[in-house]
């Protein structure tokens, strides 16, 4: 199936001159296959590419060759022709590397790290994976090993749980929850503020006063990063919303991710960022050019003529095939009207199931449109 | 609590269990919690202008006695932490509470917190349930992907963390609702493919082992199965023209179907529910319907 090529340019324009492939899309649509084969191409097109994948499914990491890696180190994909790095995100070593990096000294790196407080922010807070995913691809993208990065994002309904990761993490680190939990005294001594006492008190009992004296001990410790902090995190915002950054939204042809996809090319809009490109994965392949109208008129007929026929068997099947193709055009068309300005890209469903540099690259390669 | 990861069907299979209870006359209250649009569509109920519920009626006077019905509920971690911490004499500050980032704070301070208490709203419901009570059975349509397993051992690890007061003794509870099989359930989902087969035997293996809730029977959802298709690509009964592309292509899908299911059966030790495939790329109420009767067929 030939990608449909628009006025705006293909996916082999599209690579040549990003720096910064962001994939991203609900959960379930091939987002980190679709990532990795983005990047084989742009490989195999002389990029030196790297793909951050967020957690792959066993067989795919095995196929990169990152399965098992810990940390955040990048490894080479052995590819016929190209230079590819992969790597997986460690959001917690990353987080770790922010820290170390705006901190004093090593006595204040130790105590943020081993605050538990901080382990759960790392782990755990909402949209820190985001935050880390984008913070690992602008250290990515400084290094000159690397012309192109392309991400995968975590899974998310939310197109701005990731474009507005850095912001969120900044306004939670920010001085307004501290502040507002710790005033100045006079004489610069830092108490803790009396109008806050009773919240404190009542949250210590709910959490516990020792999980609150973490939270306590963490924003003091925190104090005098945020400034480099922010300004890191204002460098990351830049990034993802420069020109070198190309959105491209996954999606699957069922109904319901239509509906998400749409969402997050509008959600982009918002924040003035365009959507690149479309991909659409796993559509039923069209075997010859067979309407459902004719098929059915051909099924009566047989099943008059000859029942027990292989004839009606492989009609039945091609007329069960057309019906799927048939309902997915009809469900991706407001997807593409309504990203009328992205390169568009289908790509078919395969028989079985993708989990080698091969099958990825076959994709690739449709995703690109030459086969 | 049906659990899968994205894409696996997880809200189809939602619908369809809940359709199939009110078929045999039970009232059944569904709980999303993400919000998913569209829930109310899979039961033929006009889509409400949003996508939350507050018990919505989408279903009613279905199975014996015409007393089967189905209502649907949203539940939200971040407003399930807010009621909290408003019932624990915050209330007039709650909104301040929010504003301000505190309840972050309080979510990132004893992590699994906001997931706790959606399980204690889940746990107050399964409580009402009965003959007497507003509805028989509660189906919750799981956390999003992945995050089934840290969703449903929030309340043991909770119980571990916090020493004492409220908030354990209500991590107790749950976590005892949790583990009995007469309470209740987790009905895993997976479509008939190599990944997310691999993925659900694991997910499975520690449901049980690592935070010991019992298991329904497992979906397998989406299984193509063209038993006639196969047999005439086996034989070579095909040609080299369009009509063998596409039947080996589906005979080749089959196959793999086929395999999955057996693959899957044998990694569970029992043979999962299969809903078939249903040509068309968003399912319908009665594509629901006829899928509901086909999973009680199984089921009895």
């Known amino acids: ?371 | 609590m049906v659990a899968g990861k994205g894409g696996v069907g997880k809200t189809t299979v939602t619908a369809v269990l809940a359709t199939a209870a009110a078929d045999v006359g039970l009232r059944v209250l569904v709980v999303t919690l993400d919000g998913r649009p569209g829930l109310a569509a899979l039961f033929g109920a006009n889509a409400s202008a949003g996508s939350t519920y507050d018990g919505d009626i989408v279903a009613s006077g279905r199975g014996p006695g015409k007393r089967g019905s189905i209502h649907l509920r949203t539940l939200s971690a971040g407003e399930a932490l807010q009621d909290y911490l408003a019932t624990q004499g915050l209330a007039r500050l709650a909104k301040r509470l929010v504003n301000t980032g505190v309840v972050d704070v309080v979510a990132s301070a004893a992590p699994g917190i906001d997931d706790l208490l959606v399980l204690g709203k889940i746990k107050h419901l399964v409580g009402l349930a009965g003959p007497d009570g507003p509805h028989d059975l509660v189906i919750a349509d799981g956390p999003a992907a992945g995050h089934a397993i840290s969703f449903l051992r929030s309340p043991s690890a909770m119980a571990t963390t916090v020493r004492g007061g409220p908030l354990r003794s209500q991590a107790i509870e749950i976590d005892g609702m949790l583990r009995d099989p007469a309470r209740s359930r987790v009905m895993l989902v997976a479509l008939p493919e190599t990944t997310p087969v691999n993925e659900l035997s694991e997910t499975a293996a520690t449901m049980t082992s690592e935070v010991g809730v019992a298991l329904a029977p497992v979906v397998v959802n989406g299984v193509d199965r063209a038993g006639d298709v196969e047999a005439l690509v086996a034989a070579g009964r095909v040609m080299d023209d369009d009509f063998g592309a596409a039947a080996r292509f589906r005979a080749t899908r089959c196959a793999v179907h086929s395999r999955e299911v057996e693959r899957l059966n044998s990694l569970l030790g029992n043979s999962p529910i299969e809903l078939p495939h249903v040509p068309t790329a968003g399912l319908t109420a009665r594509d629901v319907e006829r899928l509901a009767r086909i999973l009680t067929e199984q089921v009895s």
């Open chain 1, 1 to 371: 199936m030939k990608s449909k090529r628009r006025s705006h340019g293909s996916f082999a324009d599209l690579v040549d001159s990003a720096k910064v492939v962001v994939c991203c899309g609900s959960g379930g649509v091939g987002k980190t296959t679709t990532a990795a084969a983005v990047a084989i191409e742009a490989a195999q097109r002389g990029r030196r590419v790297c793909v951050i994948t967020i957690d792959p499914a066993r067989r795919l990491a095995d196929a990169l060759g990152i399965a098992g890696e810990l940390g955040n180190d990048t490894t080479r994909v052995v590819l016929p022709e190209g230079e590819m790095w992969a790597t997986m995100l460690d959001a917690r070593t990353t987080f770790d590397g922010v820290i170390r990096r705006h901190a004093r000294d090593e006595k204040q790196v130790d105590r943020i790290l081993g605050n538990q407080f901080y382990v759960n922010v790392a782990s755990r807070l909402s949209g820190s994976q985001e935050y880390m995913a984008a913070e690992r691809l602008f250290e990515l993208h400084n290094d000159d090993r690397f012309d192109l990065i392309v991400v995968d994002t975590p899974p998310s309904r939310e197109a701005l749980d990731f474009l507005e990761a850095p912001q969120k993490l900044m306004n939670f680190l920010d001085h307004r929850v501290y502040r507002w939990l710790i005033a100045p005294a006079r004489g610069g001594l830092k108490v803790l503020n009396i109008a806050a006492q009773p919240i404190l008190r009542t949250i210590g009992r709910v959490i516990g006063a020792d999980v609150l004296a973490d939270a306590i001990d963490f924003f003091q410790a925190f104090e005098g990063i945020e400034e480099g902090f922010r300004a890191r995190a204002e460098e990351v915002q830049t990034l993802l919303r420069s020109p070198e950054t190309r959105y491209v939204v996954v999606a699957s042809p069922r109904h319901d991710t239509v509906n998400e996809a749409m969402y997050f090319v509008s959600q982009l809009g918002r924040t003035g960022m365009d959507t690149s490109a479309v991909i659409v994965n796993r559509l039923q392949p069209r075997f010859g050019k067979h309407s459902a109208t004719k098929l059915r008129g051909a099924i009566k007929r047989l099943e008059a003529e000859s029942p027990d026929s292989d004839e009606l068997v492989l009609h039945r099947n091609m007329a069960d095939l057309v019906a799927v193709a048939d309902a997915e055009d009809k469900s991706i068309e407001p997807l593409l009207t309504f990203a009328e300005s992205a390169i568009v890209a289908r790509v078919a469903l395969r028989a079985d199931d993708v989990h080698d540099l091969t099958s990825i690259g076959s994709i690739g390669r449709e995703i690109f449109g030459d086969r």
